[in-house]
């Protein structure tokens, strides 16, 4: 009995330590804590793919650059002509053709011209030094894709009414001081009574409006905007307009009006983009009311307000609006 | 609704009343067909919330409530091989205006019975546990040998969530049987149970049930071996949706024992393995399915004469091994403190700590997660999840002695750890646990008739990791609990405890996703304290019937939030049983 009871306690043992001891433990589990909080070091310098990029036919360029773990890095890449800036963010301890490729686009305006560029990369809280390069662009990009609502490129555009009031002047200049191209519209006056001083309605009403996608995460409005005199006391409010029954006709008081607006920051060209996505909620995050169905249908769009108005105590107002357009996936890139 | 409600109550009530009519307690045959037993107590606590420099000027400092309830339990047996148990609430909020506060409600509802002499079911709230790694309600954190005082409060919580011993409360059947068989096995015993978990909400949670059982096959001569599973499954078709969790845990347990005259050894394990998967899920962060596996093997000897015990063992836990039955934890850290919730002027949620273990509150937890549960690593971060903590591996030893006299005993553990997959790393945590338990009887030892014990507890943690100082970990955790009785009168104690909770060190805090996938490490340091000073009073008036009354003083100390606060309490139980 005793050698039946020895062997059997063998047995088991056996059984137990063959069967459960072999686990999945060449690698680790979870995030690497090196990548979080190991030594920073610069394992491979910033590169270009090219110092003259041709941005014309649809061209990229490429930042390369490798660290030993992973890092906040933003590479800033500023026109020394026009003063264009684009800024290229992200935490990763690669840096290339998935996270830190440019198609010539800039951040804001102004747009990038052929002209010779300062290219900065830094990895603010790893390393003081900057790290320093050039570059000069051969080919600017060309925008492709684009609805436009107004560029004013041909005058006020296709539009089916217009308000101002008597002591604005609304009227497109060619001066060269146009965030794109040469034209942009001028709202300028002293508005002492009113925080109207003038709208102007962009319609479209062929077969298929704007020709927006159905998708309202896709589909984003961009407008550049300049307030010349009036900053943070003035703003711009744009109101879109679906036509639900398709009749081509939009009926305000049974389909829907989607109203965003947008405070001007600063005397330069700034570039405001929403996704359509979004105008469904006010500032405060909480869902707005509207008079159809409440859905939103950028492929039902058929009217687009811009309308300044301005704090009727602030004084004389002078606001520039330019490059009013639709862009798909992505916000507008000058 | 309120009528209905009053005619529900007048009915239950006639209920028992007729029960307790003479011809309904006795049978024809003059056997007792209706048995009573059950519980009373009434309590009532004072509170009062201390937050130094005026920290906090908002919160109401003082808390006090109370509450009268009556557990009436009534066994009938309809006939010899029958019986049904209920056990019917009442219970009365002091204060409450009018029965405002008072509560009526089933608290249990259990039949059972032998069909055919041999299979032995239950049907209704039933208690199920397996092993170690299968099915297992771990006991808290934060208690080693604890003084009686604290005793007092920790009896009320595991009376109301249900914890009996390690067994887990739960709503299903269950069935045992047993098969006599021939020399080599002399005894087979089945036991098999349902259970529902989850009922559909008819949108995104099916309905989840959770299965299992054991088959044991028992030499009186030898030992016995012993299959096990238990499974946590969704159904399909209960919600619109197609999303079905399953967890599978199966193993082999076993033992060997000789016992003699003056001696008894032994060899005892168990190995399995779990699956788990999470199907139809839509989530991208789902995993593919996923198994692994866990074994331990122990050896024990007790020399009976010099009632000294002693066992080592070796455990090996896969990172994977996933058993919800038995890695649900008694306390939900995810929870924040229901007495005094928002404290001090910045209003912070007050962590879940010592005082809350002690506290019948929201914080009890009776349910199996599915996910890993949150735990505090200054309590318990070598075991969180007792034996089927995954992601483990090491030896361990335990001895036990009494001293021939019986004025004492003392216990001994000692666990040698480490994890067996790094977590963020490739280095690995190593733990060390030593646990210490000492009993003292004192009247014993001066030939006092009267009671006199001292008890005490003491449990060392020590977690560390090498490599590069970004990775390192060191952390020493530390429970001491002392206690003191003294009768001083006939039936009357004089009750002191003390326990204190700390912590001190570095670590990472694991964060995982619904899918228990490690998503996040974040580090900490800690430097943080919990204290309860406890000095009360108990009249005995039988074994089963007694009227304490306990003043404790409870600390805590966060110097790395610079959290500090205290919560004096005074509260007055009696508790009876019958």
Known sequence: MRKVILQISFALVCISLLTNCKHDDEVFEGPSLEDQFGDFKIKSPLTLSTVQPDFSNNGSMVFYAEFSINADWQIEITGLTTGAKKIITGNDKILGDANATWSGGATSFPAFGNEKCAVALTIPNKIQDTIRDTLEISGLKQDQGLVIVADYENGIGATTDDFSQTTVTQLVNCDGDAAKGSCYLSVSGLVGWDWAHGYIDYTDTSDNGYGLSSNPNSVFFNAAVKAVEGVETSFVQFSFNEDENDDGVFDPATEDTWVVEYWTEDSTWTLYSIAYSDLNVDADNNPVETNGNGVLEPHKLIGVRAFVLANPDAGQNTLYLDQLVFTSNRPYEP | ?578
């Open chain 2, 1 to 578: 609704m309120k009528v209905a409600s009053k005619i529900l109550k007048i009915g239950a009530f006639g209920a028992i009343a007729l029960c307790l009519t003479p011809n309904f307690v006795l049978g024809q045959g003059g056997r007792k067909k209706v048995d009573f037993r059950g519980l009373g107590r009434a309590y009532y606590f004072n509170n009062k919330l201390e937050v130094p420099d005026s920290g906090d000027t908002v919160t109401a400092p003082r808390n006090n409530y109370g509450t009268t309830l009556v557990d009436l339990g009534v066994n009938v047996f309809p006939n010899e091989n029958t019986e049904i148990l209920g056990v019917f609430r009442i219970s009365n909020e002091l204060g409450g205006y009018w029965g405002g506060g008072v509560e009526f409600g089933v608290r249990q509802l259990t039949l059972k019975g032998v069909a055919a002499d041999r299979f032995r079911y239950k049907v209704g709230d039933i208690d199920l546990k397996l092993t170690d790694y299968t099915l297992f309600n771990n006991f808290e954190d934060g208690d080693v040998n604890e003084a009686d005082v604290f005793d007092i409060q920790r009896d009320v919580v595991d009376y109301e969530q249900f914890y009996i011993d390690n067994y887990w409360r739960m709503q299903g059947a269950q069935l045992e049987f047993g098969v006599k068989g021939n020399d080599l096995i002399t005894d087979v015993n089945f036991n098999g149970f349902l259970t529902r978990q989850r009922a559909s909400d008819f949108n995104t949670n099916p309905e989840q049930l959770l299965g299992g059982g054991s088959i044991q096959f028992v030499n009186q001569n030898i030992g016995f071996l012993q299959y096990n599973n238990t499974s946590i499954f969704d159904v399909t078709q209960t919600t619109g949706d197609s999303a079905r969790y399953g967890n599978y845990v199966h193993s082999v347990s076993w033992g060997l024992e000789k016992d003699k005259k003056d001696k008894r050894f032994g060899l005892k394990g168990e190995s399995g393995f779990s699956k788990t998967s999470y199907f139809g899920f839509v989530d991208p962060n789902r995993p593919a399915d996923f198994d692994d596996g866990f074994m331990e093997v122990n050896g024990y000897f007790d020399l009976k004469e010099k009632n000294l015990s002693i066992s080592a063992g070796f455990m090996d836990v896969g990172p994977d091994f996933r058993s919800p039955g038995a890695q649900s934890k008694r306390m939900d850290y995810s929870k924040t403190g229901e007495l005094y919730s928002v404290i001090t002027n910045e209003a912070i949620l007050r962590p879940v700590s010592a005082f809350d273990y002690l506290s019948l509150a929201s914080t009890n937890n009776r349910n199996i997660s599915r996910e890993l549960p949150e735990y505090l690593v200054w309590f318990n971060n070598s075991m969180p999840f007792g034996k089927a903590t995954p992601n483990r591996r090491g030896f361990y030893l335990e001895a036990t002695k009494t001293d021939s006299a019986k004025t004492g005993d003392v216990g001994l553990q000692a666990y040698m750890l480490n994890e067996i997959r790094g977590e963020g790393t490739m280095q690995k945590r190593n733990f060390l646990l030593l646990q210490f338990t000492g009993n003292l009887f004192v009247n014993k030892l001066i030939g006092w008739k009267r009671d006199v014990k001292l008890t005490s507890g003491l449990r060392m943690e020590n977690t560390t990791r090498g490599g590069q100082s970004y990775e390192t970990i060191d952390m020493s955790n530390l429970l001491v609990d002392l206690g003191a009785n003294v009768e001083f009168q006939d039936d009357l104690d004089l009750l002191l405890g003390y326990k204190l909770i700390s912590g001190v060190g570095n670590e990472f805090i694991d964060d995982r996703d619904q899918f228990n996938t490690l998503r996040n490490i974040a580090p900490t340091t800690f430097s943080v304290g919990d204290g309860i000073a406890s000095i009360g009073a108990r009249y005995r008036f039988t074994d089963k019937v007694h009227l304490s009354a306990v003043y404790q003083k409870y600390a805590h100390a966060n110097l790395n939030s610079d959290l500090l606060f205290g919560i004096n309490q005074f509260y007055i139980l009696y508790n009876m049983e019958f």
